[in-house]
């Protein structure tokens, strides 16, 4: 069997991927290149703690090694699992292997060029988005750009078409990929990470951002409140997390609040006054990902898992065979301007792809999977 890599981080999406991808079985060996040396101890404990805990720990074997992406050297725990730097990939996977890639977390492009060397890329998936950026570049360039430029390249790099996926781009309807129920993943996930991953503070960054564009803006002469009455500025992670509960009269409270506020200014983000404020990325999850989160007609509270929504729905039709591949290009809209964001371009002829991406979808039908997968 070949061996499969992933670059990933350790929010829960990122770990439930991992683990769909070994209890599925289908690779030798698992390296994970968590991607960053930053509190790399905790983040691959961490990591382990779910592999350990889910499945009855049957998901943590010797097919499994992590790797510190970019501090070389790295030692600073004495763990089996743990192999070192990026830079050691070579003592786990003998060079020219074959290998399938799957990137959950943000890559350097420079990373990505030394394991193609090294390795025969056979299959390459990236969920597209945040996963893109290319870190530690010169602050001065346009990260963007330097994206589209690793975009457009991957496909030389790889024996198959590359595949990208993307929460908006791939599912239908678009942005409803990001997300699953609390309670529908309680019976396969350890709860005590569900509970961390509720404070991940997503939500209100974006509602934040929003808000002190429109102030700024000018758009909305009368802006409505983002701080729910009775609390305070600082008490905003903790008004958004019982809103996305949803559970209690409180909660609901909170959540009708927090509804009426997006509702409110929703008709605002296509302004162009807006638009120069802040980026395309957080106007189209203002209009899917928030406006569905504090929806009344959700129930409970929903945690982000876009990665594995993304990853285990690509394994499955490439398994199944039950899905149509679309050419796209990587496309640069709106160069220059706040509202400057990569697209999929769909295109009729293979040879002028960039990648495949697939269409239509289902974060339902991912839930059923990862039931299947992992109960």
């Excluded at 030798?28 to 290149?33: G, M, P, R, T």
């Excluded at 510190?68 to 730097?85: H, Q, R």
């Excluded at 990236?126 to 001065?140: A, C, E, R, T």
Aim: proline fraction near 5%; aromatic fraction near 8%; charge should be positive.
């Amino acid at each position: 069997m070949k061996d499969l890599v992933i670059f990933s981080d350790i929010k829960l999406d990122d770990k439930l991927a991992i683990a769909l991808a070994i209890a599925r079985n289908q690779y030798d060996k698992y390296v994970i290149i968590l991607s960053s040396f930053i509190n790399f101890d905790k983040k691959s404990i961490d990591l382990v703690n779910f592999l350990n805990t889910i499945k009855n720990g049957k998901l943590v074997s010797p097919k499994l090694k992590l790797l510190c992406g970019t501090a070389p050297g790295w030692n600073s725990i004495t763990n089996d699992l743990i192999a070192g730097s990026f830079d050691d990939i070579n003592n786990i996977i003998a060079p020219g292997s074959v290998i399938d890639v799957l990137q959950i977390a943000p890559n350097s492009m420079t990373t990505f060029h030394k394991l193609a060397k090294l390795y025969e890329i056979e299959n390459f998936h990236l969920v597209h988005g945040h996963n893109s950026q290319q870190p530690f570049q010169d602050k001065n360039l346009n990260n963007n750009v330097i994206q589209l430029k690793w975009l457009q390249s991957v496909k030389n790099y790889v024996h198959n078409t590359p595949i990208f996926t993307n929460n908006f781009a791939s599912f239908s309807p678009p942005g409803s990929g990001s997300s699953q129920s609390y309670c529908d993943l309680l019976p396969f996930v350890p709860k005590s990470h569900l509970d961390d991953a509720c404070y991940d503070p997503f939500h209100q960054r974006i509602l934040r951002k929003i808000h002190d564009a429109l102030i700024k803006s000018k758009v909305y002469t009368n802006c409505p409140r983002l701080i729910p009455p009775g609390y305070q500025d600082k008490d905003l992670g903790k008004c958004i997390l019982q809103a996305r509960k949803g559970l209690s009269n409180t909660e609901k409270l909170l959540r009708k609040h927090f509804s009426n506020y997006i509702q409110a200014v929703e008709k605002y983000l296509d302004d162009p006054r807006l638009i120069r404020l802040i980026d395309e990325k957080n106007r189209l999850r203002c209009k899917s990902v928030l406006k569905n989160a504090f929806s009344p007609t959700e129930n409970g509270l929903k945690l982000e898992i876009c990665d594995a929504n993304n990853y285990i729905l690509v394994e499955h039709t490439r398994d199944t065979n039950d899905y149509h591949l679309q050419p796209i290009k990587c496309v640069l809209k709106n160069k220059g301007e706040k509202s400057e964001i990569i697209v999929f371009e769909d295109v009729s002829n293979i040879e002028q792809a960039d990648a495949f991406t697939i269409r239509n979808l289902s974060s339902e039908r991912a839930l059923q999977l990862m039931r299947e997968i992992l109960k």
